[in-house]
């Protein structure tokens, strides 16, 4: 395939960085806003246990459902505006792929080496994935806004299945980068692809498959299936139980050779 003209490659390569962006912002908002509602928590025990000491049973048990009501008020906007920056994200995500697909489609490739294998194999599931996503946050961000309660471990699995996805769009702004280098296979810079695909693949891919697992079981125990549910979730599977193990363990092959290759010149040169 040709390499993607240098304006159309900035925009793309430009697209895969701000969703690396929102991934740090994410993950920042994520671990911040943790903190926030942890302290948030502490302070409302703190209210009802003193409520308890000094006050009538009454109106300790008023007080005390006050301090549960405020936990549960900030906590729930807490994961409404998490859900929905999610939601956002995903809609950029879906966007960058669909403009790096409909540029392969016109023979045009801006990722270094690659082909349209990758587009039909990753891009084009991987962009309908994250379309669904982009709707299903928004739904989750609602229900959550309008009262509705997840399980936290199910909340914190797909807080980290969106912080690895959007990160792990730093290989393929490295890839896309690679091609404005004068050598873009000097082994260093073919090194840091491989350190990058294997850390932050391996991490979408196990990250996603409890997702999977949890999701089942909210699914199992609290309620049914939407529409699209059940189009996100084989393509989900497909992609972090099939796609990213065999990406993560390509990596590691890759990394390997790479480093087998550097011991045996500096051999050699000894």
Known sequence: MKVTPVPLRMIVLLGYLEIFRLGVMFTYNVLFTSGEVASISAAAMNTTTNALLNSSSSESTFIGENGKDMLLSSSSSTVAKLFLQASYSMFVYTAVYVVDTVYASFGYMSMYQHRMKHIFEHHIPGGIFTLLSCLFFKRLSEEVSNGTEYPTYYVYALYGMVSAGLLS???????????????????????????????????????????????LGV??????????????????????????????????????????LASTSKTKTH
């Open 169 to 215: 769009q730093a290989c393929e702004f490295y890839w896309v980068f690679r091609t404005f280098l004068g050598n873009p296979d000097a082994w260093i810079w073919r090194v840091v692809q491989r350190i990058l695909g294997l850390v932050l693949v391996f991490f979408l891919a196990a990250s996603s498959n409890v997702v999977i697992f949890s999701f």
């Open 219 to 260: 699914k199992y125990f609290h309620e049914g299936w939407t529409v699209a549910e059940m189009v996100a979730f084989p393509v989900l599977c497909y992609l972090c139980m099939w796609v990213q193990p065999r990406y993560t363990m390509c990596h590691w092959k890759r990394l390997g050779r790479l480093f087998s």
